[in-house]
């Protein structure tokens, strides 16, 4: 597979989709952990308003506001050179009406640099996303467990087993011209399926390996959240512990005396 080094956009990573590549997908949510995971070389980072959870420490998604999608929607564009930008649409912002959308994902867009916006729902969004699209902003959909209908799925962690459902919002999405659809704890046949129904990637998030491609959160891929262990959710590496015991390290080295040394002191 040959290596992309140039900026990702929204027809290159459907293109990629197309021949075979499997996307990967990251959160971020500020100008350093943006700057690692480009560098690292992901195809794409979102700006998940699962910051709700990960940076602000609350329990749903529900409180995040625009301004703060925007605030590190911004830190997080700044940072990035090759991977495509994906801001998420929070509760509330596009949900009134298509024209509170296309105002509220026109802000996103002019005001932190992002390749797109992304919005939950299939079916019930469709005039919206519609909407976004006439003012040329690309939409990535989000189908399955949506977080921010919590208060009516009756709780964050369900896995969606309708097939029939999941598969027309699915295309009722494609249909009003989403590039791409994330597809949240569903069953990874079902997901299997509806990916081989469509011609936009899925990009799957507890979906199995027959999506397009897989997003994490990198908070919680990065073992930095270890109370939060659903079974998708595979931690490469053990950065809480490694941050306690470079912590630590510090507080035992100022107390006993052996920090600043001589290297680390002016003369
Ligand atoms: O907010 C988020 O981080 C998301 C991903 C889990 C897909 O929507």
Same mark, same amino acid.
């Given at each position: 597979?040959?290596?992309?080094?140039?900026?990702?956009?929204?027809?290159?990573?459907?293109?990629?989709?197309?021949?075979? $590549?499997?996307?990967?997908?990251?959160?971020?949510?500020?100008?350093?952990?943006?700057?690692?995971?480009?560098?690292?070389?992901?195809?794409?980072?979102?700006?998940?308003?699962? %910051?709700?959870?990960?940076?602000?420490?609350?329990?749903?998604?529900?409180?995040?506001?625009?301004?703060?999608?925007?605030?590190?929607?911004?830190?997080?564009?700044?940072?990035?050179?090759?991977?495509?930008?994906?801001?998420?649409?929070?509760?509330?912002?596009?949900?009134?009406?298509?024209?509170?959308?296309?105002?509220?994902?026109?802000?996103?867009?002019?005001?932190?640099?992002?390749?797109?916006?992304? %919005?939950?729902?299939?079916?019930?969004?469709?005039?919206?996303?519609?909407?976004?699209?006439?003012?040329?902003?690309?939409?990535?959909?989000?189908?399955?467990?949506?977080?921010?209908?919590?208060?009516?799925?009756?709780?964050?962690?369900?896995?969606?087993?309708?097939?029939? $459902?999941?598969?027309?919002?699915?295309?009722?999405?494609?249909? !009003?011209?989403?590039?791409?659809?994330? %597809?949240?704890?569903?069953?990874?046949? =079902?997901?299997?399926?509806?990916? !081989?129904?469509?011609?936009?990637?899925?990009?799957?998030?507890?979906?199995?390996?027959?999506?397009?491609?897989?997003?994490?959160?990198?908070?919680?891929?990065?073992?930095?959240?270890?109370?939060?262990?659903?079974?998708?959710?595979?931690?490469?590496?053990?950065?809480?512990?490694? !941050?306690?015991?470079?912590?630590?390290?510090? =507080? $035992?080295?100022?107390?006993?005396?052996?920090?600043?040394?001589?290297?680390?002191?002016?003369?």
């Amino acid at each position: 597979m040959q290596k992309i080094t140039r900026k990702i956009t929204v027809p290159l990573f459907r293109d990629m989709a197309a021949q075979g $590549q499997k996307l990967t997908m990251l959160t971020a949510y500020d100008y350093l952990w943006a700057g690692v995971m480009d560098e690292a070389g992901v195809d794409s980072i979102l700006v998940g308003d699962s %910051l709700a959870m990960v940076v602000q420490g609350r329990s749903t998604t529900l409180p995040v506001t625009l301004d703060q999608m925007i605030y590190h929607g911004e830190m997080v564009a700044r940072a990035v050179r090759r991977a495509l930008v994906i801001v998420d649409m929070p509760f509330m912002s596009y949900q009134v009406s298509p024209k509170q959308a296309v105002r509220s994902a026109g802000r996103i867009m002019k005001e932190t640099g992002a390749d797109a916006v992304k %919005l939950e729902g299939g079916a019930i969004q469709s005039e919206t996303i519609r909407a976004i699209g006439r003012a040329e902003i690309p939409v990535m959909a989000h189908v399955g467990m949506r977080p921010q209908a919590v208060r009516q799925l009756g709780g964050m962690g369900k896995v969606q087993r309708d097939e029939q $459902q999941l598969l027309n919002d699915a295309r009722a999405a494609e249909d !009003a011209g989403a590039f791409a659809i994330v %597809l949240e704890l569903v069953p990874q046949d =079902i997901a299997a399926r509806i990916t !081989a129904a469509l011609s936009i990637p899925t990009i799957g998030i507890g979906a199995g390996v027959g999506c397009s491609g897989q997003v994490l959160v990198g908070p919680d891929m990065l073992g930095l959240n270890p109370d939060f262990q659903p079974k998708f959710l595979k931690q490469f590496a053990d950065l809480r512990n490694q !941050a306690t015991n470079a912590v630590q390290s510090y =507080i $035992q080295e100022v107390r006993n005396g052996s920090f600043p040394d001589a290297q680390h002191s002016h003369s």
